[in-house]
């Protein structure tokens, strides 16, 4: 698939066939997120692939009842998780070395980011879920001490596309040399 389409194609999906993913299309998927870029070439994201529907329970139960993406936690055939490990990515010698902090978000988003296309690619659904009580996820997941869980998808084939959602125009979101200055396409 050409990568622009799958950006301008891509939706979250919340509902989820149950059919197994072939551990080929696994294997690309997560081979996609090994590629992403990091700071300095840390590669600080661990990804957790998850099967087991009494490890998925334990993830939607650290998901607010109010998650929308509480069903599809248990409901896809695999779940993704991301950790990473803190105080590498963006720092020297432990301490951050920009403004940021710690840029272990930034190089996990990036990754998830490269699953997510990567899953369409196949016809797959996922939706990113980053608001969860991440203790709880932790625990479910054995994630050890320097470790953070940023993010988990679930990963499934759907039977409907979600409706695009609106965007801002570029009107409104680019600029041109400075913030606030008009960006005019030529």
């Known amino acids: 698939m050409d990568l ?19 551990d080929e299309i696994l294997g690309e998927i997560l081979e996609a997120a090994r590629r992403s870029p990091s700071w300095a070439n ?13 490890v998925k329970e334990d993830l939607r139960d650290a998901l607010s009842p109010t998650n929308p993406a509480r069903a ?3 409901d896809a055939p ?12 963006g720092c020297h ?12 978000m930034f190089d996990s988003g990036i990754a998830m980011e490269h699953i997510v296309l990567a899953a369409w690619n196949f016809g797959l659904g996922t939706v990113h879920v980053g608001s969860f009580d991440a203790k709880k996820a932790e625990e479910a997941l054995k994630i050890p001490e320097g470790y953070s869980i940023t993010e988990m998808t679930p990963v499934g084939y759907f039977d409907e596309t979600p ?11 680019v600029f041109l040399d400075a913030f606030g200055e008009p960006y005019q396409k030529k």
Do not use: H, M
């Not at 695999?78 to 990515?89: D, E, H, N």
């Not at 010698?93 to 272990?104: H, R, V, Y």
């Not at 409706?163 to 979101?173: M, V």
């Open 4 to 22: 622009l389409k799958a950006i301008n194609e891509r939706r979250s999906v919340r509902k989820y066939r149950s059919d197994n993913i072939p």
């Open 42 to 54: 840390t590669q600080v994201w661990r990804f957790i692939v998850v099967k087991d529907q009494k």
């Open 72 to 74: 599809a936690i248990v």
């Open 78 to 89: 695999v779940v993704i998780c991301v950790a990473a490990k803190r105080g590498v990515s």
């Open 93 to 104: 010698k432990g301490t951050p070395a920009t403004d940021k902090g710690d840029w272990f």
């Open 163 to 173: 409706r695009e959602t609106p965007r801002k125009p570029l009107s409104e979101i």
